[in-house]
């Protein structure tokens, strides 16, 4: 349950960063009307950009299954990362699968 939060709160700021870009305002403003501090803001922004390990939110997001209709040739394994970045892979290729989630895992500093 505490997963589904964090990415949740990494949504609402990465939406909040996009809205900001768009705008005419400075960060004083935008936190003001957005209701939140400017210390949050920065520390989002950099989080977001890569400035820091992504080890505060989820490593992947739930899966959802794909349909039974699809022929196996075709089928896809998604992953989305904690930054967003998504990731397709063949749902045939059990190796690189595992290799992918292991090396992501790696690169975020410990094993979960």
């Not at 950099?46 to 939110?57: A, D, F, I, R, S």
């Not at 997001?61 to 196996?72: A, G, L, Q």
């Amino acid at each position: 349950m505490g997963r589904s939060r964090d990415a949740e709160l990494w949504e609402l700021w990465r939406g909040r960063l996009r809205r900001f870009k768009g705008l005419d305002q400075t960060v004083a403003e935008f936190c003001q009307w957005e209701g939140v501090s400017e210390a949050a803001f920065y520390l989002w922004r950099k989080k977001l950009q890569g400035g820091t390990p992504l080890n505060h939110g989820p490593l992947f997001v739930p899966v959802m299954s794909v349909s039974k209709t699809v022929k196996e040739s075709a089928a896809v394994v998604v992953m989305i990362l904690a930054d967003g970045t998504r990731v397709e892979l063949p749902a045939s290729d059990h190796q690189l699968i595992a290799h992918v989630v292991k090396s992501v895992v790696g690169m975020q500093g410990g094993d979960r």
